[in-house]
């Protein structure tokens, strides 16, 4: 029962930071109707300056996670300014395609950057583990539930509290009403960008925690994040938590449990899971647990 208790616990830490990718995937979809891949780029990057600021700079942990969060989410900014505004009214396909684009530059400049060293971001946590209720637990699955849960909370205060987040919200529902209503539409998205970047610097230094480190490889990782937004829907940010802690959770308890009880699924299933769930969820709800249907009418 212990080691059940702590497989979830890792489940958990694991999900909340695919929920907190995922986020970042869904203000930019609400916000353009574009599917952002370079989201994975921005997170090795964000993983990049949280060390550089830690290590080089000699920033105290917290205030170089802050800085690293500032610096992402001024470079994901420039690049819709450059790269995504011109194709404003462009079918979304395209525009996505744009963005593969954009991960594949990121992605260089990501090797560039650190070539084939492994990075730590300098966390506190380390892998100091701590009693909780008399269960074994590692700090860094309960600072990423922590922090992740925070993140995406300030974000869902700020877009539905804040008269931006209104202005948001607006351009996500219909982007040539909110410009009619007065609506700064590019600016609109543009801290769209602003704040997924941030999130993704935020996820990448969650997942440069681990035990090994951080290589631009890691940037796949972020590719588990598509299920993520599949299962709970690509305009959801509640359907991201939901579906990041159900991805999490069933990715740690394949890991922990399958060579156990289904060995002949091999040692690795782990990393189908995500994708063997998206495909059964594309079946049932193609629009995802929390997606909103799309209504066309004839």
Do not use: C, H
Request: no cysteine.
């Amino acid at each position: 029962m212990e080691a059940l208790i702590a497989v979830l616990i890792r489940g958990l830490g694991v999900g909340s930071t695919y929920a907190l990718l995922a986020v970042g995937f869904v203000i930019i979809y609400r916000a353009t109707d574009v599917v952002n891949f370079a989201q994975p780029a921005l997170m090795i990057l964000g993983a990049y300056y949280t060390s550089l600021y830690v290590f080089n700079v000699g920033m105290p942990f917290p205030v170089a996670v802050i800085a690293a969060m500032i610096t992402m989410a001024v470079i994901s900014a420039l690049t819709e300014r450059i790269a995504l505004r011109p194709m404003v009214g462009e079918p979304p396909f395209a525009a996505a395609m744009v963005t593969f684009g954009v991960f594949v530059v990121l992605f260089i400049l990501a090797f560039r950057l650190i070539g084939t060293n492994v990075i730590v971001v300098g966390d506190p946590w380390g892998l100091e583990r701590i009693d909780l209720f008399g269960i074994r637990v590692n700090q860094i699955d309960l600072a990423k539930i922590v922090i992740s849960m925070i993140a995406i909370a300030v974000v869902g205060v700020f877009l539905k509290r804040s008269r931006v987040g209104l202005a948001m919200r607006a351009t996500a529902l219909d982007q040539e009403v909110a410009l009619a209503q007065g609506v700064n539409v590019g600016r609109m998205f543009g801290l769209s960008w602003a704040i997924s970047g941030a999130l993704a610097a935020l996820s990448g230094m969650l997942i440069g925690t681990a035990a090994g480190g951080v290589t631009p490889l890691v940037a796949f990782v972020a590719l588990k994040a598509l299920p993520v937004i599949i299962l709970g829907g690509l305009d959801s940010i509640q359907g991201s938590v939901y579906a990041g802690l159900i991805i999490g959770v069933a990715e740690s308890l394949t890991r922990a449990y399958s060579s156990t009880y289904f060995p002949w699924v091999g040692s690795n299933f782990d990393i189908v899971v995500p994708y063997a769930i998206m495909i059964l969820v594309l079946m049932i709800r193609p629009y995802g647990l929390f997606g909103t249907p799309e209504v066309q009418r004839v």
